[in-house]
């Protein structure tokens, strides 16, 4: 279960029991910091937490601060800086140093666009997104508000603020497009506004193609970063929803309907059925395709001998490009594992680093920054009505 799932039930939970809570979600960074724009935390008025916004150091100050913010019925801008050694007040020590600033803000949970609202509209649609949160206003303004949102989705739909939403969509289309969080100062009718524009990926989609019991492990662990998973196999004694409970979708396909699917262009693909016709089958209706994922247990042996027999007619070429940059055989980082729970890990940070396109290495051993895609704060000319 992700953290955005863990917040709505939590959410849901807080509503239907009647007691007031507020949202701290983290809006800028300046340096080092456990979490970065974007990390959420709900408190309710008793204090109870729900999310994380930092290791720990943050929560017990930003806690009473949230619950300062539902008895005002107001937001809050919290700015906390880590950098001080000497200040002992978040037990930090020598910590993240790093500017962190929160945003708190309680919730109306009669307002069918509140922050929490429109992170579910999000969660309900299997699509890319940005969310606009205008963090910091013009104290002359009268207009903007701190705390006013817009959603946009990759094929347009929008949500939030009327009165924003224009110049907001048009920032929110521009990182949609280029596909990172940043941070921007926009220039809006109701004056100049300061917001985080936070890029809302879907979940991993994972389909396992085998059944088995080396599947089941792979499957919990995967269930465990919230991806959405879909189990394949031709067994029905194997392929039931009571043996994958954390599975989306477990489905008996036989290995001559293999040939008649068609794959999720955005999934990644995981064969673990140790049938060799299986294997095959679904590996000539995969190989076409443009999954960016596909990962093949066995040895180097299989794996050649699989792509000489297709049907593909590939030339050799077509064939390293295949192994080279989709195809992952033998499957799984080289992490040591020996049982089934190991090489699910295994499998599992392999297809998390080809995600986010990293190789993998120790971080002692990198010199980059360990949070590369972090928001950037932009000084380009301001987006929107002058």
């Known amino acids: 279960m992700t953290e955005l799932q863990r917040l709505l039930l939590a ?47 943050l929560e017990g100050d930003a806690r009473q601060r949230a619950r300062q913010a539902i008895f005002r019925g107001h937001p809050a801008l919290v700015t906390y800086d880590t950098r001080d050694e000497d200040d002992p007040r978040h037990g930090l020590g020598p910590g993240c140093q790093g500017v962190v600033r929160i ?8 307002a069918s666009d509140n922050p929490v609202e429109l992170l579910r ?16 206003t013009d ?6 508000a701190v705390g006013q949102r817009v959603l946009l989705s990759a094929t347009g739909a929008l949500r939030g603020t009327p009165l924003l939403a224009a110049p907001l969509a048009e920032a929110a289309s521009t990182t949609l497009a280029q596909d990172k969080s940043q941070i921007l100062d926009i220039e809006t009718d109701a004056g100049p506004v300061r917001a985080l524009l936070e890029v809302l990926r879907p979940p991993l989609s994972l389909v396992v193609y085998g059944a088995g019991n080396d599947a089941q492990p792979l499957v919990h662990l995967a269930a465990s970063l919230g991806w959405h998973i879909t189990v394949l196999d031709g067994r029905p004694n194997l392929a ?14 036989p290995v001559r ?50 792509l000489g027999e297709s049907e593909l007619d590939l030339s050799e070429a077509a064939i390293s490009d295949a192994l080279r940059n989709r195809l992952h055989s033998p499957i799984g980082l080289s992490l040591g594992g020996e049982t089934p729970e190991e090489i699910a890990l295994a499998i599992v940070a392999e297809i998390q680093a080809v995600k986010n396109r990293q190789r993998p290495q120790h971080l002692r051993d990198t010199t980059a920054a360990i949070h590369a895609d972090s928001p950037s704060t932009s000084s380009a000319a301001p987006v929107g009505a002058a």
Do not use: W
């Open 139 to 144: 104290t002359t303004g009268l207009k903007a």
């Open 11 to 57: 959410y849901d939970r807080y509503r239907a029991e009647a007691r007031p809570c507020a949202l701290a979600t983290v809006v800028e960074v300046l340096g080092s910091a456990y979490r970065r724009p974007g990390a959420r935390m709900l408190v309710t008025e008793d204090g109870e937490l729900t999310g994380a916004i930092s290791g720990g150091c």
């Open 121 to 136: 509209g999000f969660a309900q649609y299997p699509e890319p997104a940005v969310l606009a949160t205008v963090f910091e």
């Open 240 to 253: 039931t929803a009571a043996r994958f409970p954390e599975a989306a979708e477990v489905r008996i396909v």
């Open 257 to 306: 309907e293999l040939q008649t699917l068609t794959p999720d262009a955005g999934a990644y693909h995981v064969l673990l059925s140790h049938n060799y016709a299986y294997d095959l089958a679904a590996l000539q209706v995969l190989l076409p395709s443009s999954a960016p994922y596909i990962g093949l247990l066995g040895p180097r042996a299989k794996a050649g001998r699989l």
């Open 103 to 110: 945003l708190l803000e309680p919730l109306d949970f009669d």
